[in-house]
């Protein structure tokens, strides 16, 4: 069973080595040690590590050999991971290190988002609980559920609206990768998400427009156009930081500690212009612009 800790060493496990190839297993024990190898900030309870563990391993399985070996292969792989992960799992365990906790402190019961500390006002919470209320059919409805419409909710408003992966609502809510992604089609299908078309590695999801601030889909369009020739990843980046910000002023220097000092001056150039993204609503006299997405960008107008 999945995060359980068997006998170190293969004890009780007289079945391993007796119907399941030992490719299949090498495989596996491969891919668990690389994955152990790279966790990443690593939850102080060693049951939840070993859930993460799973997940990376079957992310990995799915992520190298997706369309390269049949069907039944690739099924054949994701049993002998279940067979086998009791089994190695102590054998990774050394490698585990509960996270260094400040004093007084209590481990988060769920993974957050690793985002910056953008406007809270970025998500209209209002109109996505009442969305989230109207999916009777798609939440499941038992009480201790983990995918419930209120956790739901503070896990979209976390990400202000910016892209974020299968793996992030995996992990936040402790799904199997299969049901995360049953989940987030049922989520696109009834609006509730966007997608970016990508593939394999590249696919995120973000919350749809209609429940932002800002017009995200044009946003993207218009500073990936803008930015397209000084570097295509520019553009993702400010539409993000311009999402989440949720149409609310900033100064300049904000940006400077987040973008690249050799671009910076063209970005703003380029954005301020005006039929671009940006206005200038003051300037400081130490220098320094406070800036503003243009009002035609933004869903939800208020007075300014």
Not at 53 to 74: C, N, P, S, W, Y
Not at 93 to 117: C, F, V
Not at 172 to 186: D, G, I, N, P
Not at 189 to 195: E, I
């Amino acid at each position: 069973m999945e995060g359980c800790l068997g006998p170190a060493g293969g004890g009780g496990y007289q079945w391993l080595g007796a119907g399941e190839e030992g490719l299949d297993r090498a495989v596996v024990a491969g891919l668990m040690l690389d994955a152990a190898l790279k966790a990443p900030a690593r939850p102080p309870d060693l049951r939840a590590w070993s859930r993460l563990l799973k997940i990376r391993v079957q992310e990995a399985l799915l992520t190298h050999l997706a369309g390269r070996i049949t069907l039944d292969r690739f099924r054949a792989l994701i049993s002998t991971l279940n067979h086998c992960f009791p089994f190695y799992l102590p054998l990774v365990t050394p490698m585990w290190q509960p996270a260094a906790e400040p004093s007084g402190s209590r481990p988060a019961p769920e993974r957050e988002i690793a985002m910056p500390p953008f406007s809270s006002r970025a998500v209209r919470r209002d109109l996505l609980a009442a969305a989230l209320g109207r999916l009777q059919g798609v939440l499941p409805r038992r009480p201790h559920s983990k995918l419930q419409a209120g956790k739901l909710a503070d896990f979209l408003a976390r990400t202000c609206g910016c892209w974020f992966r299968l793996r992030d609502l995996q992990e936040h809510f402790s799904l199997e990768r299969k049901t995360a992604w049953e989940y987030v089609q049922k989520f696109l299908h009834c609006g509730l998400l966007g997608h970016n078309h990508g593939r394999a590695a590249a696919v995120r999801y973000c919350l749809a427009d209609e429940f932002l601030r800002v017009r995200g889909e044009a946003v993207r369009e218009h500073a990936a156009a803008v930015l397209a020739d000084l570097d295509p990843r520019l553009g993702p980046r400010i539409a993000d930081l311009l999402i989440a910000g949720g149409g609310e002023p900033f100064w300049e220097e904000e940006w400077r500690r987040r973008l690249s000092p050799g671009h910076f001056q063209e970005i703003l150039q380029r954005l301020s212009a005006p039929a671009s993204l940006l206005e200038v609503v003051s300037a400081a006299p130490a220098g320094g612009r406070l800036l503003r997405l243009q009002s035609r960008w933004l869903l939800f107008r208020e007075s300014r």
